[in-house]
């Protein structure tokens, strides 16, 4: 995935700098697959209960964190019981700070004693690499004014919560995700990365998705000073973590109105992947529409596409179809319980209509379709989270729509790699919550105290 539009250099390179890594100590805890997870914002409910059970000790009491009633810090605060928790809230966030330096103090989270760039690797077992990146500290810059290149819109909320959570804790708790074009004469990075993988890991791990994770630390200068140099002349995507480097950037500001000077808020942690060796893989992001029928919802949306029932048809068939139509043309399964429709051939005036300021790159975009046309215009329903529920899996959005009569679920195709780089790089952005890269990278392997420089 080349980035920059052919011939254009990045206003200024990237900066990842080496950084004295928080790990956990695997003596102390029942395994760092039962520490780690997946990223905050693709964690069911389900699956978070699963996390918290596997070990007193998961990340996802930092990056999740619930202002619970049996924390020490918090016993006798006037909460509902023993074990009760609330959403994330000033407390919780609190409450989070309060852990992470009791881990520290008892040893269960540990400093690395030099600073270091993380070489990170996913791989299925006795099969290939997935994908293989450097871990370090992101010098910021403003978006679209630097060497970061954002594709995809944020909402406020998301964006003070990360910031809040960080600025209580004092660390970066897990990565964003950034690819780049290593392919420039030398590919000096590579060369580094193939040297480090010769030695022994950190850490080796496999989780119950099937993936091996491994980590090494570069911590030689000399080797640090190459990848400085190499990356130095290469602009990045954000692949996933726009909410969160938008909440670096808040968060860098507010100190700076503070009056701070330089500082750990200046950088951001980071996983860079070259995607010419490690091309992405993107999946939909799909949409739960609580009150609304998937009947009442064909209906509506019959005013500007083409809308076909597909009687009888299982889950698995609803999806082969809309894989079928996406091949060819925009498309959507619409479901809920054992109803599906597919709508296909959206209106051309109708979504100029709906999108009147946005160009025909733009409206082309199948999230922007679904955004804008089907949900805004036909079912006057706003995509944010307060009125959708956004599911990175089908099969869970559509297993959520079977619970009740009155949810609608909205199955989307992924959009293409390369429309991607070519809104980004036209400054556009695709909306929120539109592209899922993968595999995304695990929380927990490594935190980003700024404490520690």
């Known amino acids: 995935m080349q980035i920059l539009p052919s011939g254009a250099p990045p206003a200024a390179g990237l900066v990842l700098a080496p950084f004295r890594g928080l790990r956990y100590a695997q003596d102390r805890v029942s395994g760092l697959a039962e520490v780690t997870s997946p990223p905050y914002d693709v964690i069911a409910h389900d699956a978070e209960d699963h996390l918290l059970a596997s070990d007193p000790h998961n990340i996802v009491r930092l990056i999740l964190p619930r202002h619970v009633a049996d924390n020490p810090r918090t016993a006798g605060n006037g909460a509902a019981g023993p074990g009760s928790a609330v959403p994330a809230t000033g407390a919780a966030y609190a409450d989070a700070a309060w852990l992470l330096r009791d881990w520290q103090d008892s040893g269960i989270l540990v400093a690395d004693p030099l600073p270091a760039l993380y070489l990170y690797e996913q791989s299925l077992p006795?099969?290939?690499?997935?994908?293989?990146g450097l871990i370090g500290a992101l010098r910021l810059a403003p978006l679209g004014a630097?060497?970061?290149l954002p594709h995809e819109d944020v909402i406020p909320g998301p964006v003070a919560g990360r910031r809040q959570l960080m600025e209580a804790t004092g660390a970066n708790l897990e990565p964003i995700f950034l690819l780049y074009d290593g392919s420039g004469p030398g590919a000096v990075t590579a060369r580094v990365i193939d040297r480090t993988i010769a030695r022994k890991a950190l850490v080796a791990i496999h989780t119950d998705d099937g993936i091996w994770h491994?980590?090494?630390?570069?911590?030689?200068?000399?080797?640090q000073a190459e990848i400085a140099a190499d990356l130095g002349t290469h602009q990045a995507l954000i692949a996933d973590g726009h909410h969160r480097y938008a909440a670096y950037l808040q968060l860098q500001a507010r100190k700076r109105k503070a009056g701070a000077g330089p500082g750990p808020w200046d950088a951001g942690l980071a996983l860079l992947v070259d995607s010419t060796e490690f091309p992405p893989r993107i999946g939909a992001i799909h949409r739960l529409v609580p009150g609304l029928r998937p009947a009442a919802a064909a209906r509506?949306?019959?005013?500007?596409?083409?809308?076909?029932?597909?009687p009888g048809a299982t889950q698995e068939a609803a999806l082969a179809a809309l894989r079928e139509a996406g091949e060819r043309h925009t498309a959507f399964l619409v479901a809920g319980g054992q109803e599906f429709y597919l709508l296909t051939d959206p209106d051309?005036?109708?979504a100029r209509a709906a999108m009147p300021d946005r160009s025909d790159r733009w409206r082309a975009l199948s999230a922007a379709v679904m955004q804008e046309?089907?949900?805004?215009?036909?079912?006057h329903v706003k995509d944010d989270d307060e009125h959708v529920e956004v599911h990175?899996?089908?099969g869970e959005a559509l297993r959520a729509a079977a619970s009740s009569p009155d949810v609608t679920a909205v199955i989307c195709p992924p959009i293409a790699a390369d429309v991607v780089r070519d809104v980004a790089a036209h400054g556009e952005k695709v909306p929120r919550k539109s592209t899922s890269?993968?595999?995304?990278?695990r929380s927990g392997l490594v935190l980003r105290s700024f404490a520690l420089g």
């Open 300 to 310: 509506l949306a019959e005013q500007a596409f083409t809308v076909r029932a597909l």
């Open 126 to 132: 006795a099969g290939p690499v997935l994908q293989r």
């Open 373 to 379: 046309l089907l949900l805004g215009r036909l079912w």
């Open 392 to 394: 990175h899996d089908a």
């Open 348 to 350: 051309p005036e109708a």
């Open 437 to 441: 890269f993968a595999p995304k990278p």
């Open 146 to 148: 630097g060497p970061v």
């Open 214 to 223: 491994r980590l090494w630390a570069v911590t030689d200068p000399a080797e």
